[in-house]
């Protein structure tokens, strides 16, 4: 079978390889893989920053944002039927098994000792068939299978939103009115949508012209596009009671804390590459206690996130026609992988590859 593999931490070995399909086990489920996304941390792979292949093998199949069907079920598996529609979660538990990873909470493993199917020592989805622990699969209806496809990066802003609120009202009584996000890919967009659905008003930042699709898909939610191009952050005030940053770029970060209301909350859900930043520290930690603000990261998701993404999945296909769709710009087969990894192009939101 088709499958689509890197030897990590080397640069430009992307490419398709045959593999058997694989055998499954007694609490797995073989994976028909329908589609599979492209995000940034596919892209730092193929460059060769990041990625660690299986114990035992020299290559890595790559690939973690996925819609698979299922195939075939394991003798110890009756939660499953052939056919189900199905996206499997990211992350796997640690070999020491801690008390996150047994509670369910592998995305807040607290040895660091973790895997990622397509990233850290588990092969990933982007091949014909794929196997998967049944435990960590969550089942789909029909309506999104294709939209479907846009569940896992859905599943990293419900995680922040959701932690954010946690946090949030379990210090105050809090009555969030305004958000902005900063960011208008994928994981933006879809931020931007979720908290429109909480009613929120939200302003969402990117750096493409006011007739682009992502300008013109944040405003079909009835969020306001801002083109930073035009309107730097730095000329923004300190209004928002929540503050989302998923571009990755430091600086945006850096710009993000002074954004925060007082009693604010900004959650960081970007990855970012090392850079020696000369802030005045003293200013960021000031802001920080003076204005009672909460800055946090965020990484991963867990099963209940993936069960979440569903039923805002459902939501935002009722709320916008055509919103989710029209994310995906290119969509390509395995034999085109070049052009799958390759940059999303200047009108582009999502490539995805299509098994
Ligand atoms: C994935 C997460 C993963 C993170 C770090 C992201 O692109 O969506 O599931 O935990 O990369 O490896």
């Known amino acids: 079978m088709k499958s689509i593999v ?10 398709l390889m045959d593999m058997d399909i694989p055998q499954v086990g007694e609490k797995e489920v073989l994976l028909k893989v329908l589609k599979v996304g492209v995000c940034g941390t596919d892209r730092d792979i193929i460059a060769g920053f990041y990625g660690e292949a299986p114990e035992g093998s020299s290559y ?21 039927r052939k056919g189900e529609l199905v996206v499997p979660t990211v992350r796997r538990n640690c070999p020491e098994n801690c008390e996150s990873c047994r509670n369910g909470m592998s995305d807040m493993c607290l040895t660091g000792h973790y895997k990622e199917h397509g990233i850290k020592q588990l092969h990933g989805f982007a091949r014909e068939y794929a196997i998967s622990d049944s435990g960590f699969v969550v089942k789909l209806p029909e309506s999104l299978s294709d939209a479907g496809i846009l569940l896992e990066p859905l599943t990293i802003v419900e995680k922040g939103i959701s932690v954010s ?9 809090w009555r969030p009115e305004r958000a902005i996000v900063l960011g208008a890919g994928p994981v933006g967009l879809l931020a931007t949508a979720v908290l429109r659905l909480k009613g929120l008003e939200v302003d969402t930042v990117a750096t493409r012209p006011e007739d682009s699709l992502k300008a013109r898909l944040a405003e079909q939610t009835g969020a306001s596009y801002i083109n930073a191009a035009k309107n730097p952050l730095a000329t923004l005030e300190s209004r928002y009671d929540l503050v989302l940053e998923v571009t990755g770029n430091v600086s945006v970060a850096v710009e993000a804390q002074k954004l925060a209301r007082v009693n604010g909350i900004v959650s960081y859900l970007g990855i970012y590459k090392e850079t020696t930043a000369t802030e005045d520290a003293g200013k960021i930690f000031t802001d920080l206690v003076l204005g ?64």
């Open 292 to 355: 009672n603000r909460v800055y946090f990261g965020s990484v991963n998701a867990n099963k209940k996130y993936f069960q979440a993404g569903v039923d805002d999945l459902i939501r935002i296909q009722q709320e916008w026609s055509g919103f989710l769709g029209k994310m995906i710009t290119k969509r390509v087969r395995p034999e085109g992988l070049s052009e799958a990894y390759g940059p999303v192009g200047p009108d582009g939101i999502k490539n995805i590859i299509e098994f």
């Open 60 to 80: 890595l199949v790559i690939g973690h944002e996925s819609l698979c069907r299922i195939e075939e079920v394991g003798s110890g598996v009756d939660t499953f």
């Open 165 to 173: 609120y946690a946090m949030q009202n379990s210090r105050l009584p």
């Open 6 to 15: 890197v030897t990590p931490r080397v640069q430009g070995s992307l490419k």
